[in-house]
């Protein structure tokens, strides 16, 4: 039988017992049953753990889907097995939470003369950790991007998402230097989110000669040029790590026709049938096989690809994948 992972019973396990003190000092206000009933509920919680059945569902004794503990450390059933009123609720908060993103998402109508972009978002849910940003700024002169992903699935990975795109926007508004940005969305991730809770981001802008970019532990973006691929390496730590990550600027020189790439790792790390990935190899010749024919154009082939190469097998990872190109 499937165990519950070690890791995130020793997650959840400080949560249930905060939680125990939380109504300790409210039953010593209010006594009532149902305070009563909750405690109950909460200890025997800790004895499951304590005794190896916890996150293992009363009914089938498979495991409870990660997600589900993660909302409710106390759930004893799994989502086959919830009670019709459980399950109506769990559908209610992820679709909701699936239409908050939605409205986050970018236009992908976003125009920078001179520039081609598109971008393509597939959660592998309902609801994604992946972040995709696109804005114009306000004299028109640039394009501010950012693809990133956030530790983490599922309706909690997706609420951090949200945080991060509100973080980058309100600090973009101010118009500082992007490795400033960065450092600042550090700081603020640090200070507003749990210790576990962390993502990888890059973003960048156009310039006059090209791109600039700010990497934070997200996987190297790509630049296709004519005949050549080149990664762009130098990155810093993920946010929310370390409140004092540093944050470096890479410049590049786009020329009429070259693209930059910036994806998650859903894309590389998608699996087929053998267990293999369909890694950054596959990625680039996918892009190079799309490469004259516009943003639009690569970043379709490129999920279609992907989808091909995985074949009959659920998508296990977000994926996201975004292209930028000069035109002139
Ligand atoms: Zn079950």
Redesign the pocket.
């Known amino acids: 039988m499937d165990a519950v992972p070690e890791s995130l019973i020793s997650e959840l396990r400080p949560k249930i017992l905060e939680r125990r003190t939380r109504l300790q000092t409210a039953a010593g206000a209010v006594s009532t049953d149902y305070i009563h009933d909750l405690l109950a509920e909460i200890d025997a919680a800790l004895e499951r753990i304590d005794n190896g059945s916890y996150g293992l569902?009363e009914?089938?004794h498979?495991p409870i889907e990660a997600g589900l503990l993660e909302r409710n450390p106390l759930a004893r059933?799994?989502l086959?097995?919830l009670s019709e009123q459980d399950r109506k609720a769990h559908e209610q908060d992820l679709e909701l939470a699936a239409q908050i993103q939605a409205k986050l998402l970018p236009s992908n109508a976003v125009h920078l003369s001179g520039w081609d972009t598109h971008y393509r978002y597939e959660p592998a849910g309902t609801v994604g950790g992946d972040y995709c940003e696109l804005i114009a700024s306000e004299d028109g002169k640039s394009l501010f991007f950012a693809v990133g992903d956030v530790a983490g699935k599922g309706v909690a990975a997706s609420l951090l998402m949200t945080h991060l795109s509100a973080i980058l926007r309100s600090l973009l508004s101010l118009g500082l230097p992007l490795a400033e940005v960065m450092s600042r969305a550090n700081r603020l991730f640090c200070d507003s989110t749990a210790a576990a809770h962390y993502a990888t981001l890059v973003c960048g802008r156009t310039t006059a000669e090209g791109v600039e970019l700010c990497n934070a532990g997200h996987c190297s973006p790509l630049l296709l040029r004519q005949g050549a691929t080149e990664r762009i390496d130098p990155a810093g730590l993920p946010l929310g790590l370390f409140c004092d990550g540093r944050y470096t600027l890479t410049s590049s020189r786009l020329a009429e026709g070259d693209s930059l790439v910036l994806y998650t790792d859903g894309i590389t790390e998608a699996q087929n049938r053998n267990g293999n990935d369909y890694a950054e190899e596959r990625l680039i010749h996918s892009l190079r096989a799309h490469l004259g024919l516009g943003a639009k154009a690569m970043a379709d082939g490129v999920i279609r690809d992907v989808a091909q190469f995985r074949g009959t097998l659920r998508p296990n990872d977000d994926m996201t994948l975004l292209i930028v190109r000069r035109l002139c």
């Open positions: 569902c009914s089938c498979d059933f799994c086959d097995h």
